[in-house]
């Protein structure tokens, strides 16, 4: 599997479209004039990393990891090749995860050197917690990867997978909370996204994130899924 990995992430770092995304945005972070205070510019580095920005980011994986290899045969060559659906599985998570932590590390580079451009007084504990953000965002991104693989994998179809992906991203956290404060009901509170914003400030308020493990949880359900549904997929090989 590990030799699957480095030769999926050889043929995929080439692309541009990888790296189009991620320069926009830092451009963006850059140009954008600065917030009036320090907190008012976490807050946007948080908003716009955790939805528009991260939906933008995992377009491009999804599209290279996913949509390209099932277009191209890749995928049904490998498995013709004896390689376990499992492990092919897994290698598509592996692969999104470093191209996602790949991408949020040098957002993250933007947000301190745009600070340091403004001239904000970020204390060191204020860059631990977003790095911290930015790894919860990796890992919010690999659910929602995750989720729209799971219609990729059962349709053989990059469509459905990019339409999930789209509304998971972007409007997937306003419709639980509106439905959680229509329904009054913990819908949001309990969901994927809603377990990973309590874990992140149970951390920023010095505790332990204990809804991460459940997060996970939740995770692993999706890629067992994920796996028997690719498993008993008929294809042609």
Known sequence: ????????????????????VVVIMALFVLLKEGNDTVTQQMEFYKLFYNTAGLTFVCIPIFLSVYADEIKSGIMISVIGMGLPRKKIVEAKLWDSFWLLMGSYLVLFLVAVLKNSIVGYAISPKQNVFLLLFCMFCVIRGIGIIALSSLVLFFTMSATGGMLILIMAGISAAGLLKALQDSLEIPVYDFSYVGLLDTSFADFQNGTFGGTLILALLYLLVVVVINIKTFERKEMDL
């Open 1 to 20: 599997m590990r030799r699957l990995i480095r030769a999926d992430l050889k043929r995929i770092v080439v692309k541009p479209s990888m790296y189009v």
